[in-house]
């Protein structure tokens, strides 16, 4: 069954260091997506993407953060200026096409800023 | 702006049915969404139901709407001690999540 892959599982990093989340979508989806899990609390929507461009955001989403889809295989998230409370588990999602279709996520990168 | 809460634990015995309960603010979410997440792993997509539909059954598994109330419940019946997970309801096309409801299934 095809799934959505996301590396690293886990991230270790300093505040205020650059890091990049990738993510692999399942290959003939169209839609995007990265959320954030901080723990014990809820999953929050940042950012979908479709047809290369961002086509909504939260407000979480600040100029810390951008997505890209560099090759047309991979779907990264990078923070430029990581804080303490960036740590998080960071979640892929893709779908096929809109809001009718399932959303498959990925395993999650469990981010540490220290 | 949207907002999705749930209360946060359940407990039930083996073999109980188990009700976990959400509510919703968006009247206009097309879909709303059951999503299941156990302990270190990602999310899992257990049903959905069209805003149109009042229920709907998948096997062991009951939705409930009420689109009056903004009220959506997932019955689980004859839980196993494999159902403990936490569980996710989720409204909209961009998925917004409530808090999640810690499911524990006693033996």
């Known amino acids: 069954e095809p799934e959505v892959t ?3 599982s886990h991230q270790v990093t300093q505040m205020g260091q650059e890091v990049i989340l990738r993510c692999v979508p399942i290959s003939n989806h169209l839609y995007f ?5 901080i723990l014990g609390q809820k999953v929050e929507f940042l950012v979908s993407f479709y047809n290369n461009e961002i086509s909504e955001k939260s407000e979480i989403f600040d100029d810390q953060f951008s997505v890209e889809r560099p090759d047309g295989s991979n779907f990264t998230l990078k923070i430029r200026s990581t804080k303490l409370e960036d740590s998080a588990m960071y979640f892929c999602a893709s779908r096929l096409q809109g ?3 399932e959303a498959f996520f990925g395993q999650g990168t469990r981010l540490t800023v220290v | 702006g949207e907002d999705v809460e749930q209360s946060l634990f359940l407990s039930v015995r ?3 049915s188990s009700v976990i309960n959400c509510t919703y603010t968006d009247s206009s979410s097309t879909y709303l969404y059951w999503y299941k997440q156990e302990p270190g792993a990602g999310l899992q997509l257990l049903t ?3 805003s149109n539909m ?3 059954q998948d096997q062991r598994l009951t939705v409930l709407l009420n ?3 903004k009220h959506l419940s997932l019955r689980i019946a004859d839980t196993q001690t494999g159902d403990s997970a936490i569980y996710f309801c989720a409204e909209g096309g961009k998925l917004i999540f409530g808090q999640g409801t810690e499911l524990s299934v006693k033996p």
Do not use: L, N, S
Not at chain 1, 33 to 37: E, F, H, L, V
């Open chain 1, 6 to 8: 996301q590396t690293p």
């Open chain 1, 33 to 37: 997506y990265w959320y954030r899990q």
């Open chain 1, 99 to 101: 809001i009718d279709t």
């Open chain 2, 14 to 16: 083996e073999g109980d």
């Open chain 2, 48 to 50: 959905y139901i069209f």
């Open chain 2, 54 to 56: 009042d229920m709907k």
């Open chain 2, 67 to 69: 689109k009056k109330d």
